[in-house]
């Protein structure tokens, strides 16, 4: 199955052909850049706004780094010039032997101590350019304001629970790492080297899938991670700075949101707090990304030609550009610790390429803009953030089952060099993070204990996450027909029974559905296709939703379908008495929904906990869990359901 939606395809040709014809490509009255004075030509500024640049800042000829230095030696304060081989090595040049420049903006007058360090990737991609042209810019911003107007507030967005803060105190308490870890295909890019920018680098390779995350790894027809100089220099970066946010902005051809910036979450173990965070980063930022367009006056309909066209807006990245994959820079962010949020940009792409569209660049530089002063912002407050969950009395059928990298890292053996991750993975574990947030007990019930009338009775809800039928606290098989009997009889009285993955299945041994009504269907990731946006299960969760479960981190393989959804057949579940949430890719098979039983209810969400797979290479072990935001607020409103 793939869900890559392609309406944007002709019509982003068409918008760049149109944009080529309006606006003059070469204008006479400036340089990209103005590292000496006088800086006129350039509005005053070093790095000028969109409509008086020429082009694409030109890497090679040392125009980007006589900016730089520029800004440096302008405002000593706050910004501070230096490479990746300075502080790692020459073996941390990159592939094609340049210099990965490094920018960091803060107030270097203020102890470091408490301060949060920020690192943004800007077009790690070298055919992405709108993360280096407004990173350019917005570093320039912060100098400038800092010096000469530190009273100059920067915002998170225009949410309720947004926040403003001058810049003079944001740069006292966060610290700003702005790097570009592909020189090779910037400078492809050149004039005089050609003028066609490259994604990868020297050696041709995707730096965006050379990263050591967890899960599955593609361990062929590609690099492994961790053998480009650039990536090992990031992953040395990231480690030295230990940041509390990051991002890492790229490019799109096409927007299946008609956004100019699509918002990602990455792929990662998120328990309540985490995942809050991210979804307040994310909203923050969407709102953001709209007042600098607003403010700015650039118009989305009137750039794109699209009159639904707007500024931003979020989701997963299979939500956005219809894929996953391994290896990812912002998955490896977030799987250590970060609070991330990857942007892909419209039409920043292989068209319109090296060609400069001062309409378009404006947009994305004010794209970006919004998207890393919300970084800042965000910085100041993220670890004041609090995760407060109110669940009522929940119990979780518990499987002691732990998947070990004592059994192997999958069918290839871990090649020389690769120091690979211990790991024992459970899904019991997204029930231990809950708890730590509940402000009720959320209690372990073993399969034995389940058979007890008087266990039940002190639970409102009851999760079943995929084993329906886990071993006993001494080890022993449980009696699937009474524990089925004891779980009917419970919800028949009251309870709410909620059914994740495979544990689907209980409704068979329960007698709800006839036989032959729940199968099981493999997809590439984790997802549903929500129906009724309007259901108590769909409250609060954002309408951009349909990834539910990361697959990469638990290990399932993208070169095939392997990603497990448990479904029943429509007919069934409605003729049994059972309401639709949302179905999977056919609307016959119903993957979200909930039934009355007697005077309880029995909801079922097909794709959201299995259990994660050894099946496929997994270098760098395996998560417990990889729910979602969406999905980890789905399954919330149905423990907390009543009847």
Request: charged share 25%; aromatic share 8%; glycine share 10%.
């Amino acid at each position: 199955m793939s869900r890559i939606r392609l309406s944007w395809g002709r019509a982003a040709a068409a918008i760049a052909a149109t944009l080529v014809v309006a606006v003059p490509l070469v204008p006479s009255h400036a340089s990209p850049v103005c590292a000496d004075p006088p800086r006129e030509p350039c509005g005053g500024r070093i790095f000028p706004e969109a409509e008086m640049s020429a082009s694409f800042i030109q890497h090679d000829n040392g125009e980007y780094l006589a900016g730089i230095e520029a800004l440096e030696r302008d405002f000593p304060r706050f910004v501070k010039v230096s490479s990746l081989s300075e502080l790692f090595g020459k073996q941390t040049l990159s592939a094609g032997n340049r210099e990965i420049y490094l920018v960091e903006i803060t107030d270097f007058q203020a102890p470091e101590k408490n301060k949060e360090a920020v690192l943004a990737s800007l077009s790690v991609h070298g055919t992405e350019r709108a993360g280096l042209e407004g990173g350019a810019r917005y570093m320039e911003d912060l100098a400038r304001w800092a010096a000469d107007e530190p009273d100059h507030e920067l915002r998170n967005g225009t949410e309720k629970d947004s926040i403003g803060i001058p810049v003079s105190e944001a740069l006292k308490k966060v610290h700003v790492y702005l790097t570009d870890i592909n020189p090779d295909g910037w400078s492809a890019g050149d004039v005089a080297n050609g003028g066609v920018f490259e994604r990868g680098n020297a050696n041709g390779t995707d730096l965006n899938r050379q990263f050591p995350t967890g899960g599955w790894m593609q361990t062929s027809g590609r690099p492994l991670p961790m053998t480009e100089p650039e990536a090992i220099a990031m992953v040395k970066l990231e480690r030295k700075v230990d940041p509390l946010i990051t991002g890492d902005l790229h490019g799109e051809l096409t927007s299946a949101q008609n956004a100019f910036a699509d918002m990602m979450y990455p792929a990662g173990q998120w328990d309540p707090l985490r995942q809050k965070q991210h979804e307040r980063l994310a909203r923050h930022m969407k709102s953001n990304v709209a007042r600098w367009f607003e403010e700015r006056g650039v118009e989305a309909a009137t750039v794109s030609g699209n009159a639904e066209m707007k500024p931003a807006e979020y989701a997963t990245g299979y939500d956005v550009v219809g894929y996953d994959d391994s290896g990812f820079m912002g998955d490896f962010f977030s799987q250590n610790g970060a609070i991330d949020m990857d942007v892909e940009h419209f039409l920043s792409h292989q068209v319109p390429n090296s060609t400069w569209l001062a309409p378009l660049e404006e947009a994305h530089i004010m794209s970006v803009r919004g998207e890393l002063e919300t970084f800042i912002v965000e910085a100041t407050v993220a670890k004041k953030v609090k995760a407060r969950l109110t669940l009522g009395r929940v119990g979780y059928l518990f499987d002691p089952k732990v998947i070990k990298s004592s059994d192997g890292y999958g069918p290839t053996p871990p090649p020389d060099g690769v120091k690979t991750r211990p790991y024992q993975s459970t899904r019991m574990q997204y029930f231990r993070d809950l708890a730590k947030y509940s402000t009720t007990p959320v209690r372990k019930v073993w399969s034995n204990q389940a058979l007890k009338a008087r266990t039940l009775k002190r639970l409102d809800a009851l999760v079943v996450a995929d084993n329906p039928f886990p071993r006993t606290k001494t080890g022993a098989k449980v009696n699937a027909k009474k524990l089925a009997k004891a779980l009917g009889k419970w919800v028949k009285g009251g309870g709410n029974l909620v059914l994740t993955d495979k544990a689907v299945k209980l409704l068979l041994k329960m007698k709800v559905v006839p036989g032959g009504a729940v199968s099981k269907q493999l997809y590439n990731a984790g997802h549903i296709d929500v129906e009724a946006w309007d259901d108590a299960y769909m409250a609060k969760v954002h309408d951009t939703a349909s990834q539910t479960y990361y697959e990469v981190p638990l290990g399932f393989s993208l070169s095939d379908d392997t990603s497990p959804h448990w479904v029943v057949a429509r007919p069934a579940w409605e003729e049994a008495g059972g309401t639709v949430a949302a179905y999977v890719t056919d609307e016959a098979n119903v993957g979200l929904g909930r039934i009355e039983h007697g005077k309880g209810t029995i909801g079922i969400f097909g794709a959201i906990l299995p259990a994660a797979t050894e099946k496929y290479d997994h270098l760098y072990g395996l998560a417990d869990y990889a729910v979602t935001v969406a999905g980890g607020q789905i399954l919330q409103n149905m423990i907390t359901f009543r009847p």
